[in-house]
């Protein structure tokens, strides 16, 4: 392999991002990646273990709100995740009677979070696809803004 390919390859690279989803079931996980993937969402089961998918880039239920603060406590606890972008997609916002993001927010205690952290909370709908792109650029360019050398 030529210098010029290892080159081309390492500069790739550096292009890349592992995105981890996490979230309650039925939260819309899988509708939010097939949907900013142009896959179809017209049919979708409950995905058992996990899925990996490579991405080309350019109702919320009051009783389990503590479940998710709980489970997002837990996971910004991990020392693997330490200065990892969070972006947290309210989902479901076409749904009437959806909590807004800003009372997403005060449940979860963003504002408490450690100030080290980089955080967004973006409404969207995975069905109708609305605020996912700026969901998506908000983490982009966050952890470019951090790792790599914007232009």
């Known amino acids: 392999m030529g210098l010029l390919s290892i080159i081309r390859k390492i500069k790739r690279k550096e292009k890349e991002m592992r995105i981890l989803m996490v979230g309650l079931d039925n939260s819309g996980k899988t509708t939010i990646v097939l949907k900013i993937n142009g896959e179809d969402t017209s049919i979708i089961s409950p995905t058992l273990g996990f899925n990996i998918k490579t991405i080309s880039y350019q109702n919320s239920d009051l009783r389990r709100l503590d479940d998710c603060?709980?489970?997002?406590?837990?996971?910004?606890?991990?020392?693997?995740?330490?200065?990892?972008?969070?972006?947290?997609?309210?989902?479901?916002?076409?749904?009437?009677?959806?909590?807004?993001?800003?009372?997403?927010?005060?449940?979860?205690?963003?504002?408490?979070?450690?100030?080290?952290?980089?955080?967004?909370?973006?409404?969207?709908?995975?069905?109708?696809?609305?605020?996912l792109l700026e969901g998506f650029d908000w983490l982009v360019q966050d952890v470019a803004s951090r790792i790599y050398m914007l232009d």
Request: glycine fraction near 8%.
């Open 69 to 131: 603060k709980m489970e997002l406590d837990n996971l910004l606890k991990e020392e693997r995740l330490s200065g990892a972008s969070l972006l947290i997609l309210a989902n479901k916002q076409d749904i009437k009677g959806a909590l807004t993001p800003a009372e997403i927010a005060k449940v979860l205690n963003l504002e408490a979070m450690d100030k080290s952290r980089h955080w967004e909370i973006v409404g969207c709908s995975a069905y109708t696809g609305e605020g």
